[in-house]
């Protein structure tokens, strides 16, 4: 899943980055309210987490531009804001949840999982396709009961496909969610993940839609 962090304390953002990336999200930063509109505006992700305190534009002006022009991937604010006139502020804004600082990042990762599956249509942290079964508290891959060693990389795709698993993904769509904009992105890379996630799950896992993308088998895609 592809992150983007907006928070200008480095410290923070640096923490974020660690923590979310253990977590096995694919994470992005920035500092900047102008570069934060930018990137949420031009670029696909699966959650942003916005400061609402961000030098060049306020959180709450990128937030709304960013619903503004159509833009509704879910957003978890993060703000040293205590009122309750600004958290109702920014969730009318568009703002999908709220966390004020000081946080936990036990909380944020939790809080990340469940927006992600929301936005998504999922209701819990355990799901199936067919025999494959994926638990996103314990970031962990099953076949029919057995569990099936993952990379991070490999768990991505798989996690993706689960949470769009009615439809056929194109190769397009999983590059760009699981990769970042400094690693490269290319149709090879990508059958080859897909490559080996086919040797360790078995056949009837993953399915090619040839001249559309891929899709896990059972899901009804």
């Known amino acids: 899943m592809r992150v983007l962090a907006v928070e200008d304390d480095q410290r923070i953002a640096a923490d974020l980055k660690t923590a979310l990336e253990a977590a096995g999200f694919l994470v992005e930063t920035c500092e900047d309210g102008e570069d934060a509109w930018f990137l949420g505006d031009t ?65 944020v990762i939790a809080r990340a999982r469940a927006l992600i599956r929301r936005s998504a249509g999922r209701a819990t942290a355990l799901q199936s396709a067919g025999e494959l079964t994926l638990d996103a508290n314990r970031m962990s891959v099953a076949i029919r009961g057995v569990p099936v060693p993952a990379t991070a990389l490999e768990y991505r795709l798989l996690s993706y496909l689960m949470l769009h698993r009615e439809r056929v ?20 890379a990508l059958e080859a993940v897909i490559a080996r996630l086919r040797r360790k799950l078995g056949p009837g896992v993953i399915g090619t839609r040839r001249g559309f993308g891929y899709f896990l088998e059972g899901s009804g895609a």
């Open 43 to 107: 670029e696909s992700y699966d959650l942003v987490i916005l400061d609402l305190g961000l030098p060049g534009m306020d959180g709450l002006s990128v937030l709304k531009k960013w619903r503004a022009n159509g833009r509704d991937m879910p957003v978890l604010v993060l703000t040293a804001r205590g009122a309750w006139t600004e958290r109702v502020e920014g969730i009318d804004a568009g703002a999908d949840d709220y966390l004020p600082k000081p946080f936990r990042m036990e909380e």
């Open 169 to 188: 993904v194109p190769p397009t769509e999983l590059l760009e969610h699981l990769y970042g904009d400094d690693d490269a992105r290319e149709a090879n």
